[in-house]
DNA sequence: GGCCCGCAAAGTGTCAACACTTGTGCAGAC
DNA sequence: GTCTGCACAAGTGTTGACACTTTGCGGGCC
């Protein structure tokens, strides 16, 4: 409606001061920025699976031409994050119960590599401070039922990890994978003593990992997300 | 002109005959056709490393409008395929030393994966004729020095295994280094007596699959390739 | 003779209008 | 009353034109 009505309002004229290299451009959202805000809206479930992503819609509220939203609907397509029907427009993709399993499979290899590679290529001790937190303040958060500090607390850990692992192709495929995983960890954390056998397997990686152990702090990370799969099999109809 | 199809998306309506404007009988091809052709003249090295794609030159080639080669670029972009910097165009990605050994690394544990979860799926005979494969007519391949052959009959076999696997997240991460693993694996086998080693090793592999022994056969295939790298960085100056 | 500035051409980035497809509501017939 | 066909509207797919950036080249100045 009061789109085309919109006055193109000096949005580049004359004003090359701000080539467009940046990220948060204030003038008007990049292809990368529209995808990641999406990406968050997906990953928070802001954006309901299932829901429509209308073209027009979203130019509107961002204030950028259609075009761009296309691209940046073409790139979450390309992640996998939304599906797209010729003349039926984008839905965000609904993971069904077959591709959690399978993305648990795929975590079991790429995880247990990510902890192999940052325990060979760091020093044993520099996994000292992450070992006293899963040790004590992690045990406690859990005895307070405060999941959500225990989770971003866990997320960080598992980005340090990565970092260490200096694997940037290992890196971009967790990272296709994070959505899904995202959302997956809060509804297995919730089962019964999930969340303290979790910290265990945690714990004992890291106390591998401590110790210069690639070969174990691999072997134990696989065999943390081979019973975090075991559990959502068994609780799959409350979960999923 | 190889494979126009695009596995992940089925664009194809395949019923109207594309009424578009009037004179041409000619279909243009799409984007994910025109993804897959820039893709193999990309991995097939068609196309150097480094060298620069413009638009306009593919948009006249194709007949079809610069901005379907534009998506076709991006999504090429998305895959790691090129690099694309504003206003300067796309350039085909040159693999440096260390993305080498990372994507070993990754094909370590994805193929290992593979290797595993196609022995849980399917029966034990099922890779009976692929042992034989492997115990003989290869083997007079390699003596033969038919080493195009031989390739061409391993990335069969690496595709019924991945297929058996039955995990197309796993599918997909190992299409997404595809290309780069086609590379390497001409510049490694060529290597003196590398074919026969890695020959011996994926007849080991299989066998431990015609048994159904799911874990061993996913660390053979495992130290088949951390051999395969361990040969790469040996040889590195000769190869890269 | 070398350096710098400015111009021009090539190529990329952006955009708004146009064409087509699909879903929906309404009217009419049985 | 219900079903069927048609027409309209909403939304997506496509296209050519236009604006901006980079770069190579030539002339003028030091």
Redesign the interface.
């Known amino acids: 409606m009061a789109a085309k009505k919109a006055p193109t309002t000096a949005r580049r004229k004359a004003v090359p001061a701000r ?3 940046g990220a948060k451009g204030r003038a008007s959202a990049s292809v990368p920025d529209l995808f990641q805000v999406l990406r968050g809206r997906i990953a928070s479930q802001a954006i309901a699976p299932g829901a429509k992503l209308r073209e027009t819609e979203l130019a509107a509220e961002f204030g950028v031409p259609r075009t761009r939203i296309r ?1 940046a609907l ?2 979450l ?4 994050l939304v599906v797209r029907e ?1 003349n039926r427009g984008a839905v965000v993709t609904r993971l069904d119960l077959s ?1 959690v399993f ?2 648990y ?2 975590r ?3 995880e ?2 990510a902890a192999r ?1 940052a325990t060979e290529r760091m020093p044993p001790e520099h996994w000292q401070k992450d070992v006293a937190l899963f040790k004590g303040p992690m045990k406690d958060l859990i005895a307070q039922g405060d999941l959500d500090t225990y989770i971003e607390q866990y997320e960080l850990l598992r980005l340090r990890i990565i970092e260490a692992a200096a ?4 890196a ?2 967790l990272d ?2 994070y959505e899904k995983t995202q959302v997956l960890i809060r509804r297995i954390i919730i089962l019964p003593g999930r969340a303290e056998i979790g910290r265990g397997q945690h714990l004992a990686t890291l106390e591998a990992m401590r110790r210069g152990d690639a070969a174990e702090a691999e072997r134990l990370r696989r065999e943390g997300l081979r019973t975090a799969k075991a559990t959502l099999e068994k609780y799959q109809r409350y979960v999923l």
Chains 1, 2 share one sequence.
């Open positions: 080539p467009r290299g691209d073409a790139a397509e390309q992640r996998g010729p591709q399978h993305i499979d795929l079991e290899a790429l247990g590599l590679l694997n940037p192709v290992l971009e495929m296709i994978i």
